[in-house]
């Protein structure tokens, strides 16, 4: 079954510094998002992407982070300047079209240590 | 505004047992809307959806019944099994803008099952 692969899966880094987490979403998906959870709560949307530009985000998504996919298989989030607070679980996903209704899958996600 | 929540925080029950987790919203656009299971470490994994012009979903061993009018959304799992424990979430989908690739999260429901 095509898995949403991410890397690494737990990054420890200090506050202020600058942080990249990787995806792969499944091969023939056109739609990536990328969620955060932090311990105990709920799962929150950050952000979605499509066609090489960012679709929708949330208010969490602020201009501490981007996204990019700098190659026909990657997909990054990046975190400018870790806060503490930044400390959680980072979801990427991707589905063939728009919509949790066409493939929508998870992976398994990155622990984000920030110390 | 949108919001997605939980009745249960933890439910225990005894394999074999049937279980019922629910879940209520308060979007009225939602007209999509998916149950997720969580295990330790892992991202959200697709269990079963329902649209909103349906009442009720099966699948193996799970049902998903959905009452529009208090806005009450329920995942019943037959014959539990210790396999099943997980943190359960509900997550809803209004279609229409650019909000067609976004999940809403519930809080989450913790399940354990006692052999």
């Known amino acids: 079954e095509p898995e949403v692969t991410q890397t690494p899966s737990h990054q420890v880094t200090q506050m202020g510094q600058e942080v990249i987490l990787r995806c792969v979403p499944i091969?023939?998906?056109?739609?990536f998002y990328w969620y955060r959870q932090i311990l105990g709560q709920k799962v929150e949307f950050l952000v979605s992407f499509y066609n090489n530009e960012i679709s929708e985000k949330s208010e969490i998504f602020d201009d501490q982070f981007s996204v990019e996919r700098p190659d026909g298989s990657n997909f990054t989030l990046k975190i400018r300047s870790t806060k503490l607070e930044d400390s959680a679980m980072y979801f990427c996903?991707?589905?063939?079209?728009?919509?949790?209704?066409?493939?929508?899958?998870f992976g398994s996600g990155t622990r984000l240590t920030v110390v | 505004g949108e919001s997605v929540g939980l009745h249960l925080p933890t439910l225990s029950v005894q394999e074999g047992d049937n279980s019922i987790i629910n879940c209520a919203y308060s979007?009225?656009?939602?007209?999509?809307f998916i149950w997720y299971k969580q295990e330790s470490g892992k991202g959200p994994q697709f269990i079963i959806d329902i649209r909103s012009n349906m009442d009720k979903r099966q699948g193996q061993r799970v049902t998903v019944l959905l009452n529009k009018t208090v806005k009450h959304l329920s995942l019943q799992i037959a014959a539990t099994q210790p396999g099943d424990s997980a943190v359960y979430f509900c997550?809803?989908?209004?279609?229409?803008?650019?909000?067609?690739?976004?999940?809403?999260f519930g809080q989450g429901t913790i399940l354990t099952v006692h052999p």
């Open positions: 997550a809803e989908n209004a279609a229409g803008g650019t909000s067609y690739g976004k999940l809403t």
């Open positions: 979007n009225s656009a939602s007209d999509y």
């Open positions: 091969s023939n998906h056109l739609y």
């Open positions: 996903a991707s589905s063939e079209w728009w919509g949790p209704n066409y493939g929508y899958t």
